[in-house]
């Protein structure tokens, strides 16, 4: 900002230190960062879509923010996802399988998938109370997600402390969910699920480093206890009781999955994840914004990944941004994953989940926004995702048949009163 | 197949990370020089801000986090999903 002379407007001049201070970016909840307005709503539309047919999820998400004043403020998130489509049950050796492995096939194996076709809804709703002080903000957040085989209620406590002339922005959050989830659709025999504990702290710091640029480093720890395994999934494990099978979707004889065993993880987890993130703006190029993001991510279920995100926010005339981004991931396989078991473990713990495989994923896409009338923005945008085992830097077991990919279309508009 | 307590974090994966952390932190705070209240417009701009879009970024770390197995880095809160 060119120099400001001592008989400028004071009054512009306090505003734009107010909008300055309250430093975009240095709230660590991304619920948290909306532009705070007297009154704004934002809403989204969404469709995801997998590949082969797998699921689809429509997604309609809107926030309400208030202010009750120059201290305290309120928000209010309501979510509703529509699920269709099916889901990976587990790989099994093609020929050998039963009714329902009739998904992609390769190397002598075959993708089983969930035999129904899911139609579920999950629904959530927060409640967000800020309240400001002179060096500090405190949030306040409870809201409980349910679906008709998931139930959780949470709430989170996070602050915001600013030092050092307010270069250095300072976050300490706490968070805690309650989950039950269990198997729907059982007609009869046990019904697997259970409850489990989360419970979350973050440590996060974020620096000025010049006028155009900022660093932020952030810490996360998560500690899950109780029955953290998927009640849809199963492994496949030949030498397990043929005699007494167990069941998918009901007991019906046509269902009953022989020679499979259900996904059966540890009682624990502990999670670290650590996210930096360096934001420059290039005033020479109409105020660009590059934003770049790493990840480290590590558990001990013997789960490493890294994750790296860019972006480039381009604003060009009349209101108008063009938004494009990149996204790479790599993780390794869980210590207790694989793609078929021919022998009991030691431990008792298997599992075929793809998402505790060893594999990569690439992706980007790009969003297109307007200004309009100084109180409304509306967006546009268009993300593609493709998961490989071959894209994977990190090792571990896993297998070309949960190779898939998503499409993601979005519609927001964001309105301020 | 590696055998792991699954009830202790590997303290040297996070020894390491707090290192990191540390130095850069320490790097940013030596190489920041003071900037004045009324130098930070650019900082205040709205494509500076960390999560520009804060309604997108929460669907697709959803989204992500449901079909991979790293999940936090970003902040905390939220509930659990049955996402499959």
């Given at each position: 900002m060119a120099v400001i002379k001592e008989n400028a407007n004071q009054r512009a001049l306090t505003s734009l230190t107010l909008a300055a201070l309250a430093l975009p970016g240095v709230i660590a909840s991304a619920h948290a960062e909306l532009a705070p307005q007297e009154y704004s709503l934002d809403a989204n539309v969404s469709h995801y879509e997998e590949s082969g047919r797998r699921m689809a999820v429509d997604i309609y998400q809107g926030v309400a923010t208030a202010s009750v004043n120059d201290k305290l403020s309120f928000k209010l998130n309501a979510v509703n996802d529509v699920v269709t489509g099916a889901s990976p049950v587990g790989p099994a050796v093609a020929g050998l399988s039963p009714l329902r492995c009739k998904g992609p096939s390769s190397g002598g194996l075959t993708q089983c998938m969930s035999g129904a076709t899911i139609h579920e809804q999950r629904t959530e709703l927060d409640l967000n109370a800020s309240y400001k002080l002179d060096a500090a903000t405190l949030d306040v957040d409870a809201g409980r997600s349910s679906e008709n085989d998931y139930i959780s209620n949470f709430f989170n406590l996070n602050s915001r402390w600013e030092l050092n002339n307010k270069m250095t922005t300072l976050t300490t959050g706490y968070g805690y969910a309650s989950d039950k989830v269990w198997e729907n659709g059982v007609k009869s025999g046990p019904v697997a699920g259970g409850n489990k504990e989360t419970?979350?702290?973050?440590?996060?710091?974020?620096?000025?480093?010049?006028?155009?640029?900022?660093?932020?480093?952030?810490?996360?720890?998560?500690?899950?206890?109780?029955?953290?395994?998927?009640?849809?999934?199963?492994?496949?494990a030949p030498w397990h009781d043929p005699y007494n099978p167990f069941?998918?979707?009901?007991?019906?004889?046509?269902?009953?999955?022989?020679?499979?065993?259900?996904?059966?993880?540890?009682?624990?987890?502990?999670?670290?994840?650590?996210?930096?993130?360096?934001?420059?703006?290039?005033?020479?190029?109409?105020?660009?914004?590059?934003?770049?993001?790493?990840?480290?991510?590590?558990?001990?279920?013997?789960?490493?990944?890294?994750?790296?995100?860019?972006?480039?926010?381009?604003?060009?005339?009349?209101?108008?941004?063009?938004?494009?981004?990149?996204?790479?991931?790599?993780?390794?396989?869980?210590?207790?994953?694989?793609?078929?078991?021919?022998?009991?473990?030691?431990?008792?713990?298997?599992?075929?989940?793809?998402?505790?495989?060893?594999?990569?994923?690439?992706?980007?896409?790009?969003?297109?926004?307007?200004?309009?009338?100084?109180?409304?923005?509306?967006?546009?945008?268009?993300?593609?995702?493709?998961?490989?085992?071959?894209?994977?830097?990190?090792?571990?077991?896993?297998?070309?048949?949960?190779n898939f990919s998503f499409s993601m279309y979005s519609a927001s508009l964001n309105v301020k009163f | 197949m590696k055998v792991r307590n699954e009830n202790l974090m590997p303290d040297r994966k996070i020894v390491r990370l707090a290192t990191i952390i540390s130095l850069v932190l320490s790097f940013a705070s030596g190489c920041a020089g003071s900037v004045a209240p009324w130098e930070r417009g650019n900082l205040a701009k709205p494509q500076m801000a960390l999560e520009p879009n804060a309604l997108d970024a929460a669907i697709m770390k959803h989204t992500y986090s449901s079909k991979e197995a790293a999940s936090g880095g970003y902040g905390i809160g939220g509930g659990g999903c049955g996402c499959n």
């Open positions: 419970h979350q702290g973050i440590l996060g710091l974020t620096q000025i480093l010049d006028k155009d640029s900022l660093l932020q480093a952030n810490l996360t720890y998560s500690y899950s206890g109780g029955y953290l395994s998927d009640p849809y999934k199963y492994a496949y069941c998918f979707l009901g007991c019906s004889s046509s269902t009953a999955y022989a020679g499979f065993i259900r996904d059966t993880r540890p009682g624990s987890r502990n999670q670290v994840g650590m996210l930096l993130r360096y934001v420059r703006n290039f005033s020479e190029l109409n105020a660009a914004a590059l934003h770049v993001d790493y990840r480290y991510y590590a558990d001990t279920w013997g789960i490493d990944s890294h994750t790296f995100e860019v972006s480039w926010i381009q604003p060009v005339l009349a209101g108008w941004q063009i938004t494009p981004r990149v996204r790479y991931y790599t993780q390794n396989s869980a210590d207790f994953y694989n793609v078929m078991f021919t022998a009991p473990t030691a431990n008792g713990y298997y599992s075929s989940d793809y998402r505790l495989a060893g594999f990569g994923a690439i992706g980007g896409g790009v969003q297109i926004s307007k200004a309009i009338f100084d109180w409304l923005k509306v967006t546009a945008g268009v993300d593609y995702y493709q998961r490989d085992k071959g894209y994977g830097l990190s090792g571990g077991n896993g297998t070309a048949l949960d | -």
